[in-house]
């Protein structure tokens, strides 16, 4: 085996584990960019869970005929919006209020004093509306609904979001400044390639394409890496801890195809520069730079 081609060889072997390290800091960001985007749509998810978690409970006057609570009732029930749904009669209302009274006396409070009611658990796109409407009919006295706590629930929720969203876009930044680098430095070692095809003639569009094509690779090969490893961590933390809520798949489908989609940009984008900037370099600035 002569000099020459034992030098092809190591310039090979050197190519390759360059390609290699891209793909592999392509991929390892790209999961951490992952990671905190499930992150906060789990957390929107999980806000939407706790806040329909809240009970509203719609207390009837004493003179309401039961006819007209068993219509609404027949009306509200099989309704989308509703979640949970509980009727609590007079001697049911009765009876929870002396055991959270503690009254062991069944002679005291022997009347019924308090009224029929409905408690339920409703999606939370329909709460002002029901509360509207309930207000508004003639049989129904009192609606109840914990607004201080959903609010102080939403203002929690919002404190992380902002936290997760300020790290996500910090975290981006250096993705796309470490991605940057590590495809600068690999098409700094084809620099002569570059100059030497712009040299014998070759198109611009030509160069480009011929880079691009290969870095086009490198953001499919490290976005679908990472979005395997995503889609195992996912699974093996939904194994473990027991979700409650239901999980946001067409958020996270989009936030999928936009790893994916960011992948291919930011190593395309890289690309692009670094040949763009070999391209525009004279032969002497080659070696200097």
């Known amino acids: 085996m002569n000099f020459t081609s034992l030098k ?61 609570i068993m219509a609404l009732m027949e009306i509200i029930r099989p309704s989308k919006f509703v979640k949970k749904f509980q009727y609590i009669d007079k001697d049911q209302a009765m009876k929870i209020a002396k055991k959270e009274l503690n009254i062991q006396d069944e002679n005291l409070l022997e009347y019924q004093i308090f009224p029929a009611s409905i408690r339920m658990t409703i999606s ?33 929720i919002e404190k992380w979001s902002i936290w997760i969203i300020g790290f996500a876009i910090l975290f981006l930044v250096i993705a796309i400044a470490l991605i940057n680098n590590a495809i ?22 030509f160069i480009y394409s011929t880079f691009l094509k290969r870095s086009l690779w490198w953001g499919i090969f490290g976005g679908l890496i990472a979005l395997i490893a ?3 961590l996912s699974y093996y933390m939904l194994e473990i801890i027991d979700f409650q809520y239901k999980q946001d798949y067409y958020t996270l489908g989009g936030l999928a195809l936009g790893i994916f989609l960011l ?23 080659l070696y200097h730079s």
């Open 8 to 68: 092809y060889k190591k310039h090979t072997s050197r190519l390759e584990s360059s390609y290699v390290s891209v793909i592999v800091s392509m991929t390892l960001i790209l999961f951490m960019v992952g990671v905190l985007g499930t992150l906060l749509v789990n957390v929107r998810a999980m806000s939407r869970h706790i806040k329909e978690q809240l009970p509203m409970e719609i207390f009837f006057k004493n003179d309401a005929a039961q006819e007209q």
């Open 184 to 205: 600068r430095l690999s098409i700094y070692s084809k620099r002569f390639i570059i100059k030497s095809m712009q040299l014998v003639g070759a198109k611009r569009s």
């Open 124 to 156: 939370i796109d329909y709460v002002d509306r029901i509360i509207k409407m309930m207000t508004n009919l003639a049989i129904v006295d009192e609606v109840k609904y914990p607004r201080d706590l959903l609010q102080e629930i939403h203002s929690n």
């Open 230 to 232: 995503l889609t195992i």
């Open 263 to 285: 992948g291919i940009i930011i190593s395309s984008g890289s690309t692009y520069l670094a040949v763009r900037r070999f391209l525009r370099s004279t032969t002497d600035e």
